[in-house]
């Protein structure tokens, strides 16, 4: 069907001033210290204020069976003390100074970040030189605290029905992978660790030369470089174990977990392996897969929400989740809950689910379709610009998994290389049943 004129004149308008805007890159830096750290800086001089983020090149996927969560516990440790400071006093002196702070875990990556005047900045800098390098990791702290990350994991996943589902899901999705383990870790693996083990994974894993310093705001090049010189240059530069790209069978076959939770409606999870933009051999893939999960469910006009949950009613709620940033294989995700008002099984509303993804395999979708999932796609990153944080994450989880930050100046230009027919290549190589996970998730009879 062809495309009436008037209506990619639309779209084309729309997109001419987001592409403009998503193109026109703010001031970038970087540069390597002689002990290995990278240092990226980007100015964005809108408001008074600057985020640091110190990006360690380790997470649950460098984990060794019977250690998960490993990497999430070192970083509690980090603020128990060090050559500098006592346990919490870190915190302390950010808090008195305003600063917000903090840091997290995720397969690849280990991150401590903290916002803050542009005039503190060498307090930042000074606190996590001392953090990365001398910190004490005693045993009588990592107890209590080990409890503390324990007493989390119940909170977060084992009486979350939702966080259940996913991790026994994300289980048999990467047989072959890394990516199974969760990354706050088994409880059976927190229950066993020792301080000893933090110690080990610290010296092996905490070098400057594993790590990228991410600096985002009011500063220039010129500000930022003899602060990273005084307080990270004079670190000493060691060795460091090596990471591993987490690789998945391309096609590893049609797996099923069946689970009865406390839930209000039943709910169905399919997860497809597929590449992300570190593994591909063809990144053009990734940005179709990209496209194509907004496209199916980005938004409430979207294929799949359209469709089954406001037109038939099937569902109460559906969503798509990929996340294209990680070192190694990644999943493409589609959850959805049944509507309690309609008598369809789980395996019905499969059934519809798969009919219209097969129709993207018989008929690509058309060139406006593609054109509102590529607009809301790149509005949503020039909206991302507003906030410092959001445009550290970004450069630092690119840097972190083996690309370069540069790779988020091309992605626009990427996504609008894509057509309809890749939508349609990506839905028949990708969305197969060989790369399909499931979990159906079942109310159980208390709750009926």
């Not at 509303?349 to 009919?355: D, H, K, L, N, V």
């Not at 060989?434 to 709750?447: C, F, G, T, Y």
Request: proline share 6%; with cysteine; charged share 25%.
């Amino acid at each position: 069907m062809n495309t009436p004129r008037s209506a990619m004149l639309l779209f084309g308008c729309l997109l001419l001033p987001i592409l403009a805007i998503a193109d026109s890159t703010p001031p970038t830096h970087e540069f390597t210290l002689n002990n290995g750290l990278k240092v990226v800086v980007r100015e964005d001089h809108r408001a008074p204020v600057v985020t640091s983020q110190l990006w360690f090149k380790v997470g649950s996927s460098d984990e060794p069976p019977g250690q998960s969560g490993l990497s999430h516990a070192l970083e509690h440790m980090l603020y128990k003390g060090s050559s500098k400071t006592c346990a919490g006093e870190a915190s302390a002196i950010l808090d008195k100074l305003g600063a917000t702070h903090n840091a997290f875990t995720d397969r690849d990556v280990t991150t401590y970040y903290q916002t803050l005047q542009p005039h503190q900045l060498g307090v930042a800098f000074e606190l996590m030189a001392d953090m990365m390098s001398t910190a004490t990791l005693r045993a009588e702290d990592f107890i209590p605290e080990l409890a503390v990350i324990q007493q989390e994991r119940r909170l977060r996943t084992d009486d979350d029905p939702d966080a259940i589902a996913h991790e026994r899901l994300k289980r048999i999705a990467h047989p072959a992978s890394s990516y199974g383990a969760p990354v706050i870790g088994w409880m059976h693996d927190l229950q066993r660790l020792k301080a000893d083990d933090l110690r080990h994974w610290y010296q092996t894993r905490y070098a400057p030369g594993n790590a990228t310093l991410v600096i985002v705001g009011d500063v220039t090049l010129d500000k930022v470089k003899p602060l990273a010189e005084r307080y990270f240059g004079v670190l000493p530069a060691k060795s460091f174990a090596v990471v591993t790209q987490p690789l998945e069978l391309a096609e590893p076959g049609e797996r099923k977990i069946t689970l009865h939770q406390a839930i209000p409606a039943p709910r169905l999870i399919l997860s497809f392996n597929v590449p992300s933009l570190a593994s591909a051999e063809d990144r053009r893939s990734v940005h179709a897969l990209r496209l194509l999960n907004t496209l199916l469910a980005g938004s409430t006009s979207a294929r799949l929400p359209k469709r089954l949950q406001f037109t038939d009613r099937l569902f109460s709620a559906i969503a798509s989740d990929y996340n294209a940033v990680y070192r190694g294989d990644s999943l493409f995700t589609l959850t959805a809950q049944l509507n309690l008002h309609r008598p369809e099984t789980l395996d019905q509303a499969q059934a519809r689910i798969w009919a219209l993804l097969d129709e993207l395999k018989t008929t690509p979708p058309e060139a406006t379709e593609l054109e509102r999932a590529r607009t809301q796609l790149i509005a949503r990153q020039v909206y991302d610009r507003d906030a410092i944080e959001t445009q550290a994450d970004n450069l630092g989880a690119l840097e972190s998994i083996g690309l370069s930050w540069r790779q988020m100046e091309q992605d626009t230009q990427e996504l609008s290389r894509v057509t309809p027919a890749d939508i349609q290549n990506a839905a028949i190589t990708y969305l197969t049943r060989q790369r399909l996970s499931i979990a159906h998730v079942h109310v159980e009879k208390s709750h009926e």
